[in-house]
């Protein structure tokens, strides 16, 4: 059973500031999906991962793909308030034909 | 505008009674699906379909029913089965190529049981 794990799952950080939030997944897969989810809104698609080392930038994210590690990270760089939201990571599941989702970060950005 | 319509937003209902959500895509997407989410938590798998008149149960199917009569309408039904149905639901759609794709979402439904 693939399992997807986040962490942090609750993120606190200062305006200006760089954090990394971790997405881990237990079994072989080469494509991971980002998504955004303001408060009582539905999810919005961040950045698409399919293959090893992939890397996609977008304003002051930044995310990348390790199929080897089974890792994916989602990079904030220089932290403004608008960034405040769920992020959710996604894993395609091997020949399952559905994603698994992570539990989801709440980021906060204070100013 | 393509997109993929959720209605109705927000829907009330008493213990015992039957509702259905209502999912329609204009996107041409071969594959819908429907995902719970509770408060603080992650999507479940409710319910998809890869082509019209074909379902399959996702991780959290007991309680629900759907129908594929269309390729643009994906409706589910909570039963009165379904022991905790208060929950925030999400319809998507996807066209498969290698693997799952792309989700797209629609707006949500929030359903409160009172």
């Known amino acids: 059973e693939l399992k997807v794990e986040q962490n942090p799952l609750f993120l606190s950080m200062q305006e200006g500031k760089n954090y990394t939030i971790y997405c881990n997944y237990s079994?072989?897969?080469?494509?991971l999906y980002w998504y955004r989810q303001d408060p009582g809104k539905s999810l919005e698609s961040l950045f698409v991962l399919l293959s090893n080392g992939a890397v996609k930038q977008e304003g002051r994210l930044m995310a990348s793909l390790d199929t080897k590690a089974r890792l994916s990270t989602l990079h904030i760089t220089a932290a403004v308030h608008d960034l405040s939201a769920t992020y959710f990571c996604a894993v395609d599941m091997e020949y399952g034909n559905k994603l698994v989702f992570g539990a989801g970060t709440i980021l906060r950005v204070k100013s | 505008d393509g997109g993929i319509t959720q209605s109705p937003k927000y829907l009330f209902r008493k213990e015992g009674q039957n509702v259905t959500l209502s999912c329609e895509q204009n996107?041409?997407?071969?594959?819908m699906y429907w995902y719970r989410q509770d408060p603080g938590q992650g999507l479940r798998l409710i319910y998809y379909s890869q082509i019209v008149n074909d379902f399959q149960k996702g991780d959290i199917a007991e309680g629900y029913s759907v129908s594929r009569e269309k390729k643009e309408s994906f409706p589910l039904t909570v039963t009165s089965a379904q022991k905790n149905p208060t929950a925030f639901y999400l319809c998507?759609?996807?066209?498969?190529?290698?693997?799952?794709?792309?989700?797209?979402f629609g707006e949500g439904s929030r359903l409160t049981v009172l």
């Open positions: 996107l041409n997407h071969d594959a």
């Open positions: 079994t072989t897969s080469d494509r």
């Open positions: 998507a759609s996807s066209t498969p190529g290698q693997g799952i794709g792309e989700l797209f």
